[in-house]
């Protein structure tokens, strides 16, 4: 079956999502990943965004998380504290998904700038929510094409922390919960070793050899653990193309 | 208590409130509901040396920052999501320091809204720890002799009654908040239709409020549901009514975006030139909302009008233009 690394992206990421979880949100592949998983396997799962709109049935793919499509049928049209509030929550198991420009080996993400911070050679948007997502969800998922300029040894802006330095940083920064599951790019799924909190491949796509992860990863990639990922499922696909994104407007030509 | 004498004209509104060097802050969120045609105005009366306190924006903090009216910014996100995955101008002005800017995220930045609200002088939070936002302060030494401008960007301390680490991040208390809304009553009672983002906590901390509207509705007719009303009219300093006010962003209930619009603005705005030009023939141009609305046409709102009961245009093209 004929398939984009881009679809299989979303699909690879909408099965990290399980049945129940509430989904923070942001636009773009995120957006594809979660609602294909609220339509194939994890129909309970609750997608909300930092706008405050909480648990949108979605008719239409929302171009950014203030579209009024977000805001038709939901439970609650709220605003950003309540959004926040439910990210926040210790009973809500929120999983954040968070695209980023870099990403380090720990899993911490830059989306503010490339060069000095002060005389930034390429500006980007910032972190709108993604520094609360990675900061105060249960855990988030990362999406970020798999290049060698965007897995990087070193961040020039740590936007979102991750497992910070690795080992328990985390926690003795004063972030108790929550940390980076996976990263899902185009050629696999990263995850993060339980001890080191470092970087491993954990999945490759089907025609994918490991050589080219480790060549577009900017520091050395343990992919001694890597299995090849199962191929996207008819249903997944159909549900994808047909449903979910008809106009291709983020899955692209 | 009478609408009559705070129901300007939207350049008496800007006159009135704005001046040069002011500290304002802009409702809305990146493509929806930013009071557009007061930040036209703004630009149209080339007020100066801004300080613009926003969380997540888009067009309205681009139009200003491009239109050199800002001095500095206080963001947490510019971008339009798919419609500009950066803000042009923006983006331009940070790589080439014509600004100052002070990043913080969403969720600081509206805790910062509603200490200003509440009239207390900061408000906690565990958001960021570990981040460049809390170890990278933006702004210059002379900026923070500003007395409206906080000492310092924020400050990590032990929380005195667990001995965690917290965030302490500062009020804020700008000078106008603009918000574009979908009703205000006859009487003043605002109504926010949709998500209301940060846009009560902005308004209360403001000192003066502006609120652009799509419709005055009878205030009575407010009234009978008032839980779903945003504000209490004395609290609002002037009332302008200006249909499709946040053309071209999106105003629920009422119309989408004008993607082709949108589209059409971040090709021309990723160039001087280009921005030079739509400045020229869409704000500094025109002399009005009306006129800038005319030019707009009739065909493309009635395009992006929004189907009743959904907020939205339903099956709208979103596509970007070949």
């Known amino acids: ?204 796509y089907p025609g994918v050899k490991l050589e080219e992860v480790q060549a577009n990863t900017g520091f050395e990639l343990d992919v001694s653990r890597a299995v090849e990922a199962e191929p996207p499922s008819s249903e997944e696909l159909r549900v994808l193309r047909e449903e979910v994104d008809p106009q291709r407007l983020i899955l692209g030509g | 208590m009478k609408l009559d004498d705070k129901l300007l004209p939207l350049d008496e509104a800007v006159k009135r409130y704005l001046f040069d060097g002011a500290h304002i802050a802009l409702g809305g969120f990146t493509a929806s509901r930013n009071p557009m045609a007061a930040v036209y105005e703004i630009i149209r009366q080339r007020v100066r040396n801004l300080h613009l306190y926003v969380h997540s924006h888009g067009q309205g903090t681009d139009l200003l920052i491009g239109a050199g009216c800002v001095k500095r910014v206080e963001l947490a996100y510019g971008a339009l999501g798919r419609y500009a995955p950066t803000c042009p101008r923006f983006r331009r002005a940070v790589e080439r320091g014509e600004v100052e800017w002070e990043d913080y995220s969403n969720y600081q930045m509206v805790l910062r809204f509603l200490a200003g609200a509440l009239n207390v002088p900061f408000m906690p939070a565990k958001t960021g720890l570990g981040t460049d936002i809390v170890a990278k302060e933006g702004f210059s030494e002379q900026a923070r002799r500003d007395p409206k401008v906080a000492r310092r960007k924020l400050a990590v301390m032990e929380d005195p009654f667990t001995g965690e680490k917290v965030i302490l991040l500062p009020a804020i208390k700008p000078d106008v908040a603009i918000i574009h809304v979908q009703y205000v009553g006859s009487e003043g009672t605002v109504r926010i239709k949709g998500l209301r983002f940060a846009d009560v906590e902005m308004a209360k901390a403001a000192k003066h409020l502006i609120i652009t509207c799509e419709e005055i509705a009878p205030e009575e007719e407010l009234r009978r549901e008032p839980e779903l009303n945003s504000l209490p009219g004395f609290l609002v300093d002037a009332v302008v009514k200006v249909p499709f006010g946040a053309h071209p962003t999106a105003c629920y209930g009422f119309y989408d975006v004008d993607a082709k619009h949108l589209y059409m603005y971040y090709d021309l705005a990723s160039s001087d030139e280009g921005f030079r030009r739509y400045l020229e023939e869409w704000v500094l141009g025109v002399s009005s909302h009306e006129e800038y609305l005319r030019k707009v046409g009739e065909e493309r709102l009635k395009e992006v009008a929004a189907t009743p009961t959904y907020g939205f245009k339903l099956g709208l093209d979103r596509r970007r233009p070949k």
Not at chain 1, 5 to 13: Q, V
Not at chain 1, 37 to 47: D, G, L, Q, S, Y
Not at chain 1, 162 to 180: C, F, I
Request: aromatic share 10%.
């Open chain 1, 1 to 204: 079956m004929n398939y984009t690394r881009r679809e299989m992206m979303a699909i690879a990421a909408g099965r990290l999502i399980r049945d129940g979880d509430v989904v923070f949100a942001g636009t773009g592949l995120p957006l594809l990943a979660a609602t294909v998983a609220k339509k194939v396997h994890a129909p309970r799962c609750v997608i909300f965004f930092e706008t405050g709109a909480i648990d949108s049935p979605l008719p239409e793919l929302p171009l950014y998380v203030a579209d009024s499509r977000v805001m038709y049928g939901a439970s609650v049209n709220a605003g950003l504290l309540e959004a926040f509030s439910i990210l926040s929550n210790p009973k809500v198991r929120s999983i954040a998904l968070l695209g980023a420009a870099q990403v380090d080996r720990y899993g911490n993400l830059n989306s503010t700038c490339v060069g000095d911070y002060h005389r930034p050679r390429v500006r980007f948007p910032g972190s709108g929510g993604a520094c609360d997502g990675a900061s105060l969800a249960w855990g988030f998922i990362v999406f970020v094409p798999h290049e060698r300029r965007r897995f990087v040894e070193k961040l020039d802006y740590l936007t979102s922390p991750g497992w910070l330095s690795g080992g328990d940083s985390r926690r003795r920064a004063g972030l108790p919960r929550g940390g980076p599951i996976a990263v899902v790019t185009d050629l696999g799924v990263l995850r993060f070793d339980e001890q080191t909190k470092e970087m491993y491949l954990a999945e490759y």
